[in-house]
């Protein structure tokens, strides 16, 4: 007996259950503004995405050391451009928050010299810092700018 109430009171919960998905179904419609589904805070992994894929694509021309979507952090591995072997930098990229604003967004960058046959650390201008940060908002924006067009 205990068993066939078990079974009306699943059947009745699972009824009900249906009812209700079904009621907010018909609640959402497609009548969605486009500007929702590309909004600034998309964050699905930890932190902005927007902000996240720029920041990938602007590092994309070093070696990734780390990747961390959960944290938000990018740290490449030291790079050297071919026609210029005697130098090398290294950029490390944090996303501070979820929204897509340029406070966001820190980007540190170290650079080496070849000397006396090792590497000595030299100084980075601040101004390819802002570079990369400006670099990585601008292609935020044109992601996020897409989204909402498509």
């Known amino acids: 007996m205990s068993a066939k109430i078990s079974n009306v009171s699943r059947i009745i919960r699972n009824v009900t259950l249906g009812a209700t998905c079904l009621g907010l179904a018909a609640c959402g419609g497609s009548d969605r503004p486009r500007a929702d589904l590309a909004a600034s805070q998309i964050n699905t992994i930890g932190v902005n995405s927007y902000l996240w894929r720029a920041a990938l694509d602007t590092v994309a021309f070093a070696p990734l050391l780390q990747a961390d979507s959960a944290g938000g952090v990018i740290v490449t591995d030291w790079y050297a451009n071919p026609s210029n072997p005697n130098e090398r930098v290294k950029v490390t990229v944090a996303i501070l928050d979820q929204d897509l604003r340029a406070d966001a967004l820190r980007v ?15 100084p980075v201008q601040a101004a390819t810092v802002q570079k990369l940060e400006d670099i990585i908002l601008t292609k935020a924006r044109d992601l996020r700018r897409k989204a909402v067009a498509s």
């Open 108 to 122: 540190a960058a170290s650079r080496q010299v070849a000397q006396g046959g090792g590497w000595v650390d030299a």
